[in-house]
């Protein structure tokens, strides 16, 4: 019997494991995922040696053709369907220190070196990741899955946000909070979506118990205010790296924004995004653009250019060209691409050549690192956009179709670009007792190759103090090639004029040469003849008939308008060459390649031409993974703190993935295929969903089960942005201007923050309502950006910022409680608060209600109470000592949490 117990012990672990074994071969293990599972091995792992910058022993794991092809032993690592015939196996579980790998690192762990062998014994197949998936409508969950949620919190869930939402509550075991109390929402969603807070009247009318109006005409309501275009567009600024000033050492003035406008009005109008986007990065080459297009191209022009002496302009165009490759795919594909720039990308399927076939789509654009930012957009004023139509009608009823538009957008657009020649060849020269052109401190100038019997009118622009002197015009010899013209040249008296030389009759190709003799030019450096740009162009149609055209012409090339640089295409037979630069050094050109897009996503859509209006039918193509996704993403943070995958900038495989992947994918399908890419419906979707709604109140229970609110439980709270917080300060104290569009404007700051160099640039302060606009009109110098923003975690925007990574400083609290803005703001709501009610508590009610758009309550009452009895003491026997006073408590309003944080 002792025995016959003994064996009963050891078959009850026999047939456990019997019955364990036979129920595993019906449910087989799920299999291994890639992206998910072994991906993130070989990043953290692996990729350091073996990937886009090192392929130890000739073994990468970037691409699956090089993990599976033959190392430098001349067999491969990695034999699918055989991990233990696998070399990369029988290193990972080596003993000896030189063989095993990682080489001299912490080994993997049991359960990494598992997911590994599965994977390989599967076939070692090659995931894409989830970002470079197409974007397919998911199915939505069902209420029956929710099965740790009352049923009375499924029913209210009528949006597919809460349905994804909610079926992740049900799986990590949370429920939803309870909405948000009214007052609290209307400050919510008015902060979100027009950044500032709600006006009386949209308090009165949605807070009142007398006919309110609705939660959805709320968002209606704020989404046409002319705000919301003030709002996002601030969101946009930093995406756009947009600036008042150039940048790099000299950081001297820009005038651009003309595009801060257009973007105003481009949200407000709710330009679809695929058309916004295409705008900004080729509105140049649609058909016949607009002025407005070409406005919308400055997106591009926002990089920085070096005025600096003795740099090389080469060296900076090729600069700003990385510079627009490198903001396309961070702002609007959240990927990270600069470092393709040396080598193939480290961690994604990118390569090293596809940084410079995409590159080549910016390539050949016509603008330069030049002083002077050609080419530039001229804007007239409503006297000389009339000349304009009068000169065009001229044209169309005088000229060809092709003159008409080469005339009108060379006066519309200063192009040196449009079949320009750039002077390329200098001679410094002293012949006998005489100086010869000084061009930009050099000599003589030679013009290459121009074809003067098509283009037979050259244009320049030039400026000097000499008054006397000949310029001489030879053709193909800069000493004795024939002479076509002696001119003598007039004193400008030091200002740029612009002029034209006719080459009429002169048939074929040649060099033209300039140069410039004056007995009286003693500092060439000083008073020659300097000369900004040349313009060839065919002739402007002759004839008696045409001499008020003419002068019409030359009225408006010599207007004095205000500019704003933007993008143009090089004509055909000025086209750039694009090469891949060896290790990513543009003096170092390897092999020539054209525009084109990386091999892992779709390629140019059928009809799409090489440039970069093609470029950008790629990008908004609906098969395109990654435009849509990101631009969800970006929204969603807006309005939740955090985007549904965390690094806005980097949705590749090392970025964090998605909490909720399925609903990052339907909102991205829905912007495209429901709302035709309205980002005001996508935007009302979010806010009207029952996830938004919430109370940001958070539980121990929810506290100790998603501190980070990754799950959405509750609505978070989130402090305001630099700009909102001036905003609202200055809108809660009635001084915020509702002015809009317009230069940049100079509000109060302290004297001496400036320092600018080579120049005697300094802050003047705005006058009148222009201290008091929105943060968006606030100047931008890149080299010292306004500080109080600076503070709270505003960028440079040398580059562009795909996200804020917010701070908390005691720098931030100093600001509010003595930065001028706030110190004025709190003044003018101190004597709002005096003017309403008989008595101090009155006062502190208003004050309160007015900043919160609710009302206080007694606890806080009586701290304020507090607080204005005891600093009436202190000021005791000053003038006004009771509105200094309540100005101390004003600026605790003002300073409250609830006050810088959107709850």
Known sequence: MKHLLNYRFLILPVLALAIGLAVWQMYPRKKVDFSTEVKPILNQHCITCHGGVKKNGGFSVLFREEALGDTKSGKPAIIPGHAGESEL??????????????????????????????????GAEWGEHWAYQPVEKPELPTPKSFASLKESEVAASEQPIDLFIRKKLSEVGLQPSPEAPKDILLRRVSLDLTGLPPSDELVEAFLTEENPITYEEVVDALLADPAYGERWTAMWLDLARYADTKGYERDPGREIWHYRDWLIKAFNEDKPYDDFLTEQLAGDLLPDPTDD?????AFHRNTMTNDEGGTDNEEFRVAAVL???????????????????????????IRHED??????????????????????????????????????NWLEENATPSKTKEVVQFVKTWQPAINSITADEFVDAELADTKWLVFRNHGVARLPSVELTARNLLTYRYRTNIKDGTWTIRLDDRKSGSV????????????????????AGVEGRHHVYLSYESPSLTNPAANGIFFDWFHFSSQFPGGEAADDAQSTYWELVNAKVETT???????????????????????????????????VFPDLPDGAPAN???????????????TARTIINRLWEQLYGQGLAETLEDLGSQGIEPTHPELLDYLSWQLVNEHDWSLKQILKTMVMSATYRQSSVATDDVLEKDQFNQYYARAPRTRLSAEQLRDQALAVSGLLSSKMYGPSVMPYQPKGIWNSAY?????????????????????????????????????????????????NTPLQALVLLNDSVYVEAAHHLALKMKQSGESPEDHIDYGYRAAMKRPITPGKRQTLENLYNQALRSYEGEEDAETQAMQLVAAAILNLDEFVTRN
């Open 323 to 349: 510079d627009r490759v490198n903001t396309t795919w961070e702002v609007l594909m959240g990927t990270t691409f600069a470092c393709v720039q040396c080598h193939s990308h480290p961690y994604d399927p």
């Open 484 to 503: 076509l013209k002696e001119l003598k040249m007039r004193d400008t008296g030091g200002k740029w004029v612009i002029d034209t030389l006719s080459f």
């Open 89 to 122: 196996m029988r290193r990972l579980l080596a003993n000896d220190p030189e063989v095993k790998m990682p080489y001299k690192k912490k080994p993997l762990s049991d359960e990494e070196i598992d997911i590994l062998r599965r994977w390989i014994d599967e």
């Open 293 to 297: 297009q070409l406005i919308a191209t």
């Open 565 to 599: 640089p933007i993008m143009v295409e090089n004509p055909p037979g000025m086209t750039r060459e694009s090469h891949v630069f060896e290790r990513g050094n543009w003096l170092v050109k390897g092999e020539k390649v054209e525009p084109g897009v990386p091999e």
């Open 759 to 807: 120049s005697n640039a300094d802050w003047k302060q705005s006058e009148g309502e222009d201290q008091y606009r929105r943060g968006v009109y606030t100047y931008w110098k890149r080299t010292s950006a306004y500080p109080a923003m600076l503070t709270f975690d505003a960028t440079a925007r040398e580059v562009c910022v795909a996200r804020r990574i917010r701070t």
């Open 355 to 392: 940084y410079y076939r995409f590159a080549a789509f910016f390539n050949n654009t016509r603008d330069e690192d030049t002083y002077d930012e050609y080419p530039l957009l001229r804007h007239f004023e409503e006297e000389d956009s009339t000349k304009l139509v009068s000169l065009k």
């Open 612 to 626: 970069r209006l093609g470029m950008a039918m790629w990008l908004t193509d609906p098969a395109n993974p990654l």
